[in-house]
């Protein structure tokens, strides 16, 4: 039996896929940036920014993938992002992305504005790490990290560049709404995308339930169509370094700071103890005009004093994955286009997702003239243009 997946040859050819699966309103919230997008288009354009300078007459043949993060090594240096509420685009979202990761042997970063239990996810995939947004004060945060911690993460993710809510406009104009609100346009949404409807939506209803935000909190957040969602993400804006400091004197584990760009703030992260940095503006849905992760990079390596430091934001090729490297990413994240995956075929389309993109590392790998990833570095790689 041939593979419906095959005609899909890159990350780019999964987003068209999911378009016609998804509902407007659920795709318009996986794809949108924010504001006037120029984050967004910022981060694929910085990729374009670097050309590469390979070495030829190299033998080859033994070239391997495989990359070091955190102390634990994997088959490759691309993980699998942290999307909120990707149970909503495909059945089982969170499950789905961290299985068909763990099977590739690649890291797997679980969203904390996720609609199944964390617990449950690292039953599924033991070895996830666990992405937390910090609740509203100090008692609400140690209970969570506690409960985080009970659900044996070992790795976790405090995301830092959410301090207010983003101006996403187009949520608004495509009808999608946190909570979610029934109108006659989104049930027609549903009719009309019945793959969705069934395989998704009535399918997730009918086995688990309303779905909730459950891990935002240590007990279980409001559901998505709830008003008290907007309570549960409320403004985060008093948090402050003090609150990190707090939490990596109470967290036994291993501990990353994603949303640096600004060295400043690498230097601090380093300070407080860290074990690593992922370099990110959240895929060009927070603030609009900040610079790319790429650009920013190789300050945010020089200023992290050795931890290791990574990258998320805009990736799509094996080639972005070897220019970030280059410039001192220790490996990338890829959000969107894994969310699509799922979203067309489930825990296959993420596993073919996944296999294309380090196929495409291995490939430039051998064109670039390496064999070993510790030897892509700043030489392979030349600045074409300053802007």
């Not at 981060?43 to 030829?56: D, E, I, L, M, T």
């Not at 799509?316 to 799922?342: H, T």
Request: hydrophobic share 45%; glycine share 10%; with cysteine.
């Amino acid at each position: 039996m041939s593979d419906p997946l095959r005609h899909l040859l890159s990350l780019h050819d999964f987003q068209a896929a999911a378009r016609k699966r998804l509902p407007k309103p659920i795709y318009a919230y996986v794809s949108g940036a924010v504001e006037d997008g120029q984050s967004e288009r910022g981060n694929r354009s910085a990729f374009a920014q670097y050309g590469f300078r390979p070495k030829v007459l190299v033998d080859v043949s033994a070239r391997s993938t495989r990359a070091t993060v955190l102390g634990r090594e994997y088959n490759a240096p691309v993980g699998v992002a942290p999307m909120g509420i990707s149970a909503l685009s495909s059945y089982r979202g969170d499950i789905v992305l961290a299985r068909a990761a763990a099977e590739a042997g690649v890291p797997c970063i679980m969203s904390g504005s996720s609609l199944i239990r964390l617990e449950d996810v690292m039953q599924a995939a033991p070895g996830t790490w666990f992405q937390a947004y910090l609740p509203g004060d100090d008692a609400q945060i140690s209970a969570l990290i506690d409960r985080v911690a009970a659900a044996g993460v070992s790795t976790l993710v405090l995301t830092v560049d959410t301090p207010v809510a983003a101006n996403r406009e187009n949520n608004v104009r495509a009808g999608f709404s946190t909570p979610l609100r029934p109108s006659v346009g989104l049930a027609w949404q549903g009719i009309t995308h019945p793959r969705w409807l069934f395989g998704t939506f009535l399918r997730t209803l009918l086995r688990h339930g309303m779905p909730h935000f459950e891990n935002n909190y240590a007990t279980r957040g409001a559901p998505i169509l709830s008003a008290n969602v907007l309570r549960d993400f409320s403004d985060r804006g008093h948090l402050n370094w003090q609150h990190v400091a707090a939490i990596r004197r109470r967290w036994k584990g291993q501990m990353v700071i994603k949303g640096i760009l600004h060295p400043d703030d690498a230097r601090a992260a380093r300070a407080q103890g860290m074990d690593g940095i992922i370099v990110s503006n959240h895929g060009g849905r927070q603030l609009d005009g900040s610079i790319s992760p790429l650009k920013a990079l190789p300050a945010i390596v020089e200023a992290a004093g050795g931890i290791d430091v990574m990258l998320d934001s805009g990736v799509r090729r094996g080639s972005d994955v070897l220019k970030a490297m280059a410039l001192g990413a220790r490996c990338v994240f890829v959000g969107r286009p894994f969310n699509y995956a799922a979203a067309v075929g489930g825990q296959h389309g993420v596993a073919h997702a996944i296999a294309l993109i380090v196929e495409e590392v291995r490939r430039n790998m051998g064109l670039l003239g390496v064999v070993d990833l510790n030897a892509v570095n700043a030489d392979c790689v030349v600045q074409l243009t300053s802007a």
